[in-house]
C-alpha cells in the first residue's frame, strides 16, 4: 500500500486559558504540585460558543489554506475525538460542508482515545490508497473541559481543549510505518450516550505505568518494522500527557533530550489533539523542515497505543 506524507498543518485553539492558580481557586491543589507532577502550566478552556466543531473546522481550514490543494483533490476526512459536538452527525461531515468538499468521498469521526490521530493516519492511508484523490484530512480534536469534575482534583487540573490538523498526501514515494494496538480496559473512561453525568474518570498510577511501556512498545515495533533507528528520526512527538511519562522514556531508553518535543506546559493533555497541536507548533516554530523525518507516539484511554514514521513533505 502507497506511504503518506505530511503536507500542512493548522490548529483550532480556544481562546480562555485556564492557569494552575486558577485552578487553586477551585480546588484543593497548586501550581506547585500541578507543575512538579505533570509539566503542565496552563491549558485552553472553550468558551462560550466554541465547540468540538467550531475547533476542528477551525484547524481543517488553516491546513486545507496552507496545503495549496483544492477542494476537489480530498479523497477522505477522517477526524480522532472522544468529546463530539453531537453524537450525529459526526463532525467530519460538518467539515466537509465548511470546507465544501466533494460528496462522493468518505467522511467519519472515529474513537482511539490520546492515540486517535495516529489511527486516524492509518485509516486515512487506507481509504486513499484505491481513490484516484490523493489528498486526506485527518484531524485530532478534544473539548474536554465539558467532561471534567471540577470537583476531583486529580483529573480536573490535567486536561485542555483545542484541535489540530493535518492535510496528507498518499503516494508509492511517500515512507510510512505504522503502528496501532491497545490493551482494553476502564483505568480511563468517560461515560457515554444518555448517562446523566459524563466525565473522565482516571486511575492516574495504572494509565502512568502503561503509558512508560507503551512509547518503547510502539518505538520496538516501528523501529523493526522500518529498519530506522532513533538515529535516523529528527523529532519524536508523543502524546503529551505528562512530562515524566516522557521523561522516563529519554532517560530509560538514554534517548537524545533535544528530539522529544514537549509542550504540555501551555495545552496540558488535549488527548487526540496533542500530537498535531504540537507538530503544527514546530512547524510554525521552524523547528520541524520539510524532507525531515518524524516519529509520532501516542497512548492512553482504552489502553490504546499507537505510532507513525513518516516525513513531513511541506508545500
Ligand atoms: O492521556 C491519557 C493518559 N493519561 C496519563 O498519561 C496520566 C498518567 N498519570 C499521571 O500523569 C499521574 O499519575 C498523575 C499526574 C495523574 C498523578 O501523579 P501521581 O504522582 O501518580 O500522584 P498520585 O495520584 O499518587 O497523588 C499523590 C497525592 C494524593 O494524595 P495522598 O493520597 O498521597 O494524600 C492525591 O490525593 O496527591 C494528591 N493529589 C493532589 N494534590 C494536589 C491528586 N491530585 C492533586 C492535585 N493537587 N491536583
Avoid at 2 to 19: F, H, L, N, R, Y
Avoid at 257 to 279: Q, V
Avoid at 287 to 309: C, D, H, N, S, Y
Wanted: glycine share 10%; hydrophobic share 40%.
Amino acid at each position: 500500500m502507497d506511504g503518506i506524507e505530511i503536507v500542512a498543518t493548522g490548529v483550532g485553539i480556544p481562546s480562555k486559558v485556564m492557569t494552575n492558580d486558577d485552578f487553586a481557586k477551585i480546588v484543593d491543589t497548586s501550581d506547585e504540585w500541578i507543575y512538579s507532577r505533570s509539566g503542565i502550566r496552563s491549558r485552553h478552556f472553550c468558551d462560550e460558543g466554541e465547540t468540538n466543531a467550531t475547533m476542528s473546522i477551525a484547524a481543517a481550514k488553516e491546513a486545507f489554506e496552507r496545503s495549496g490543494v483544492s477542494a476537489d483533490e480530498i479523497g477522505c476526512v477522517v477526524l480522532a475525538t472522544v468529546t463530539p459536538t453531537y453524537a450525529s452527525p459526526s463532525t467530519a461531515c460538518l467539515i466537509q460542508k465548511e470546507l465544501s468538499l466533494s460528496e462522493d468521498i468518505p467522511v467519519l469521526d472515529i474513537n482511539a482515545a490520546c492515540s486517535g490521530f495516529l489511527y486516524g493516519l492509518e485509516v486515512a492511508r487506507g481509504l486513499l490508497a484505491d481513490r484516484d484523490r490523493k489528498y486526506g484530512i485527518v484531524i485530532g480534536v478534544e473539548h474536554l473541559s465539558k467532561v471534567l469534575n471540577m470537583e476531583d482534583r486529580s483529573t480536573c487540573v490535567l486536561f485542555g481543549d483545542g484541535a489540530g490538523a493535518a492535510v496528507i498526501k498518499s503516494s508509492p514515494d511517500a515512507e510510512y510505518t505504522g503502528y496501532q494496538g491497545a490493551k482494553g480496559g476502564l483505568e480511563i473512561f468517560i461515560e457515554g450516550v444518555g448517562s446523566p453525568v459524563s466525565h473522565v474518570h482516571m486511575d492516574g498510577k495504572a494509565v502512568f505505568r502503561f503509558a512508560v511501556s507503551a512509547i518503547p512498545t510502539v518505538l520496538n515495533h516501528i523501529f523493526e518494522k522500518s529498519g530506522y533507528t532513533m538515529v535516523d528520526v529528527d523529532h519524536c512527538i508523543c502524546h503529551q500527557a505528562n512530562t515524566r511519562i516522557i521523561d522516563h522514556v529519554i532517560k530509560k531508553y538514554h534517548a537524545p533530550e533535544e528530539k522529544f518535543y514537549k509542550n504540555m506546559d501551555h495545552f496540558g493533555n488535549t488527548s487526540a489533539a496533542s500530537i498535531p497541536i504540537a507538530m503544527n507548533e514546530m512547524i510554525e516554530k521552524g523547528m520541524i523542515k520539510p524532507g525531515q523525518r518524524l516519529l509520532l507516539v501516542g497512548f492512553g484511554g482504552g489502553l490504546t497505543m499507537a505510532g507513525a514514521m513518516l516525513k513531513y513533505a511541506g508545500k
